[in-house]
């Protein structure tokens, strides 16, 4: 192989590597870290409402590609079955989520999941949530862009 052709490879493989794993993916962060970073109550993929704070922790739910946010839902708070367009994972970090699949938050269809709980949000699939009085703090991850569509009923019990 000649020099300019061993050449060429390399940088084709360090440029191949940077998409990969370059420095702008790498994060780690303390909870300390984490209190610290801006926080609200909108934005793609979140309920809207100012009883669940939303923390971006990597990405940009927006846009396309790999996105981690952190939720932290006060005491006493009911979620509305919604949808969203992308497959989400998530797991609960502290409290008791009380999460379910359909299209009404009905008490019979809520499973209690306490932390160190793990569950899905399968795109398109309606789904909701309520707190106890302690609330509740999950990590959800996805590939955006992702958005959130309220399930709307005429008489809903939501």
């Keep these: 192989m000649t020099t300019t052709a061993s050449t060429i490879l390399l940088l084709l493989g360090a440029a191949a590597s940077n998409c990969f794993a370059g420095p702008s993916e790498e994060r780690r962060l303390t909870p300390t870290e984490i209190a610290g970073l801006a926080k609200n109550s909108g934005g793609a993929g979140t309920s809207g409402l100012p009883a669940v704070t939303t923390t971006v922790l990597y990405g940009d739910p927006a846009q396309r590609g790999l996105y981690t946010i952190h939720l932290e839902v006060a005491p006493n708070t009911t979620i509305r079955a919604h949808t969203h367009k992308d497959t989400r994972t998530a797991s609960v970090v502290s409290g008791m ?8 938050n009905l008490p019979e269809l809520l499973r209690l999941l306490p932390a160190g709980s793990f569950y899905t949000e399968p795109a398109g699939q309606p789904h909701f949530a309520r707190t106890g009085p302690e609330g509740a703090q999950v990590m959800i991850t996805g590939y955006g862009p ?8 005429a008489s809903s019990g939501d």
């Design 97 to 104: 989520w009380h999460f379910g699949y359909g299209e009404q």
């Design 146 to 153: 992702t958005d959130t569509l309220y399930v709307e009923h």
